[in-house]
C-alpha cells in the first residue's frame, strides 16, 4: 500500500513509462471526437442545395434551399441553451462524460437525417424528423467545443498550450475537409436524379458510424488532471458555477464571445460559399466543392502550425489581430473576383479566406481557456462562444443567401467585415496568455483549488506550469 509520502513523491516507473501511450489516447480521443462532431455538423449545410426539394418540397426551389437553412439554423438556437445548461455540468462532473455524452447525440442525429424518408414517402414526418435531428445536434455541438477545448488544454505540457488548443480546431478543419470532399465525391459520383433521390444520405450515414468509433474512443479516455485539482476542493454545483462566473469574469466573458464571432465568416467559406458561388455566377458545385477541398487543406496545415509558434512567440500580439485583420483586407475583394471565370479563381478566393482564417483559428481556443480558471473554464468559454455561434455562425448562410436574392452579394462581404472589425477592437484588451519558457500564463484561480492540485497525484505538468506561474 502507498503512504502519502509515496503519494506525494508523484508516480512510480511504471506511471511514467505509461504516460506517453495514456496522453497520446487522450489526445486522439479528444480530436477524434471533434472531427467526428464536426464531420456530421457540416455536411448538412454543404448538401442543404441538394436535399431539400426532397425534405422540404416547394414550387420555388429556392424557398426549399432556405427551408433546409432554416432548419440548419435551429441546431444553433439550441446551441446557446446547452453550452450555459451542460457547460457548468463538465465543470461539476468532468470534461470525459460530457464529451462521451456529446458524440453519441451528434452521431444519433446523422443517423436519422440519412435513414429520413422523402417528404413523397412519409409527408409533414420528414422535415419534422429533420428538425429533431437539428435539435439533437445542436444540445450535442452545444457541449462539445469548449469541453474539447478545457479536454485538450488541460492535457497539455504547460508550454505545449498552444499546439494542444489548436488541435480542436484542426480537427473541425479536418472535418471540413472531410465533408467537403465527401459532398465533392458524391456529387460528381452520381446523377442529378440518384444524388437527389438517395446519393446525398451516403455521407450523413458514414457520419453517424464515425461516431460511434468516436464515442468508443472518448469512453476510454482519462480526465483532465487538472479538473480533478478542482474538483477535490470546489464542490459547488453547477448553477452556482454559474453565478461565479458571470459575477466574476465579465471582461473575460467578452473577450471570449470576441475571439468566436468571427466564425461568422467560418461558416460562410465552409458551408456557403460553394452555393454562394453556384447562385451568383452559375459555377457547377462539384466543382466548387472540389476547389473548397484545396483551400481547407491549407487551413489544416496553418493551424497546428500557427498553435506551435504561438507557444514561442505569444498568442494575442500575433494571431487574433493579424488573422482579424486579414479577414477585413481580403473578404470584399476576394468575393468580387469571384465574377471572373475560371476554376482557378474559385482556388484563389477559397484558399485565400482559409489562410486567415486558419491564422485567427489557430489560437483562440488556447486563449479562451487560459481566460477563465479551471473550476468555470468549460462555462466561461461554452456561455461566451455558443451565444455567439448561434447568432452569428448559424444565421451565417441563411443571412448570406438572403442577401444574394435580395440582389446583393456583396452585402455578405460587407456584413462579415463588419463583425470581424468590431473583434479586432476587443483583441487589443486580450492579455499576452503564451509564453517563451516552459510555463503558461493561465486565469488566477482560487488559492485553495492550487493547494488542492498539490494533493493530486501525477498531476500534469500543465497544471505545474500554471502553478509556477502565479
Known sequence: MKTSQDALAGPGLSDRLKAPDRSLRNIVAGTIGHFVEWYDWYIYGLLAAVFSSQIFPSDDPF????????????????????????????????????????????????????LTPSFATIGYAAPVLFLVARIIQGISAGSEGQSAIAFMVEHAPANRRGLFGSFTNMASGLATLAATGSAAIVTASFSPADLA?????????????????????????????????????DQKSAPARLMDLLREHPKALLQA?????????????????????????????????????IGLA???????????LSDRLGRRKIFP????????????????????????????????????????????PTIQA????????????????????????????LIAAA????????????????????????????????????????????????????????????????????
Not at 450523413?204 to 476542493?233: N, Q, Y
Open 63 to 114: 424557398a426549399s434551399l432556405v427551408a433546409a437553412l432554416l432548419t440548419y439554423a435551429v441546431g444553433f438556437v439550441v446551441r446557446p441553451l446547452s453550452g450555459i445548461i451542460i457547460s457548468p455540468l463538465a465543470d461539476r462532473f468532468g470534461r470525459r462524460l460530457i464529451l462521451t455524452l456529446s458524440i453519441s447525440g451528434m452521431a444519433l442525429g446523422s443517423l436519422i437525417i440519412g
Open 197 to 233: 433521390a438517395w446519393g446525398w444520405r451516403i455521407p450523413f450515414v458514414v457520419g453517424g458510424i464515425l461516431g460511434v468509433v468516436g464515442l468508443i474512443l472518448r469512453a476510454r479516455a482519462e480526465e483532465t488532471p487538472e479538473f480533478e485539482a478542482s474538483a477535490l476542493v
Open 257 to 293: 464571445a470576441a475571439l468566436s464571432a468571427p466564425a461568422v465568416a467560418y461558416y460562410t467559406w465552409a458551408t456557403f460559399l460553394p452555393t454562394y458561388a453556384k447562385l451568383t455566377t452559375g459555377r457547377d458545385l462539384a466543382s466548387t466543392l472540389a476547389g473548397s477541398v
Open 298 to 308: 491549407l487551413l489544416v496545415i496553418i493551424v497546428p502550425t500557427c498553435g506551435a
Open 321 to 364: 489581430i493579424i488573422g482579424a485583420i486579414g479577414m477585413i483586407v481580403l473578404f470584399y475583394p476576394m468575393l468580387l473576383l469571384l465574377n471572373q471565370p475560371g476554376f482557378g479563381v474559385y482556388v484563389l478566393v477559397s484558399a485565400s479566406g482559409w489562410v486567415v482564417l486558419g491564422i485567427w483559428q489557430s489560437v483562440y
Open 370 to 397: 487560459e481566460l477563465f480558471p479551471a473550476a468555470v473554464r468549460v462555462s466561461g468559454i461554452g456561455f461566451a462562444h455558443q451565444i455567439v455561434i448561434a447568432v452569428f455562425g448559424g444565421t451565417a448562410p
Open 403 to 470: 442577401f444574394v436574392g435580395a440582389g446583393q452579394p456583396m452585402y455578405v462581404a460587407i456584413y462579415m467585415t463588419v463583425i470581424v472589425a468590431l473583434c479586432l477592437a476587443v483583441y487589443f484588451t486580450l492579455p499576452e496568455t503564451g509564453d517563451r519558457g516552459d510555463r503558461a500564463t493561465v486565469a488566477p484561480a482560487d488559492p485553495e483549488v492550487l493547494e488542492g492540485e498539490h494533493l493530486l497525484v501525477g498531476t500534469s505538468s500543465a497544471t505545474d506550469g500554471a502553478r509556477r506561474s502565479r
